[in-house]
């Protein structure tokens, strides 16, 4: 959708090195989210953001940190990319926290070898 | 916590057949969402749902929410190769909790 970019699109790294992917909207909408997904699992929450600076952890945070300097970026970084970490990342933004529909990124397609 | 399970987790139809899928919480859901998501592709939304007991059409699609807002349910009318995809519900809990997405029902339509 126009609006929200996720950069890279794909991107294979080796266990144990830091990744950062990138959200970037251009809509002005205060919550942004990370999302996995996962053959059978759906969409898990990885962190969202609320404002700047303001963030807080989703379901399955553990290994991952955020951080949302700009209204407009929110970076994700895997601190040391393990084989677990393989998967497909969503960025989403929304007006509210959860009155509102997300409108998602194309997404990142992230392999950890 | 809370839980939004959805089955079936894949159905494989005939085209001009009718789907169906279903969504259940285990808490009072304040509303629901419903995302549409093609092979290859990112989750797209459809609609929300907020009134115990609501029904919302779009064309084929038909969307109701339960009246205990428990539960919910997407119905695809004669199905078409367009309507390929994972479809998710994704509910929000009473105490403002976030959207929590269940795992999708995967749509296959045979020609």
């Known amino acids: 959708d126009a609006g929200i970019t996720q950069s890279p699109r794909h991107k294979v790294t080796e266990t144990g090195t830091p990744v950062t992917l990138r959200c970037h909207q251009t809509?002005?909408?205060?919550?942004m989210y990370w999302y996995r997904q996962d053959p059978g699992h759906g969409l898990r929450l990885i962190h969202y953001s609320y404002g700047v600076k303001d963030t807080d952890k989703g379901e399955v945070s553990d290994g991952y940190s955020v951080s949302r300097s700009k209204t407009e970026d929110f970076l994700l970084t895997l601190e040391s990319a393990t084989s677990s970490q393989t998967s497909v990342y969503f960025c989403?933004?929304?007006?509210?926290?959860?009155?509102?529909?997300?409108?998602f990124g194309s997404g990142t397609r992230l392999t950890v070898v | 916590g809370q839980q939004v399970m959805q089955i079936p987790q894949y159905q494989h139809v005939q085209e001009g057949e009718d789907f169906t899928t279903y969504c259940n919480s285990s808490t009072t859901l304040s509303n629901i969402q419903w995302y549409k998501q093609r092979p290859g592709g990112h989750p797209v939304f459809l609609i929300q749902l907020v009134k115990s007991g609501e029904v919302k059409k779009q064309k084929r699609l038909t969307f109701q929410f339960g009246e205990a807002k428990k539960n919910s349910s997407l119905h695809i009318t004669a199905t078409q190769t367009t309507d390929v995809g994972t479809y998710f519900c994704a509910g929000r809990d009473n105490q403002g909790g976030k959207l929590i997405f269940g795992q999708g029902t995967e749509l296959s339509v045979k020609p």
């Open positions: 809509e002005n909408h205060r919550y």
């Open positions: 989403a933004i929304s007006e509210g926290s959860g009155s509102y529909g997300y409108t």
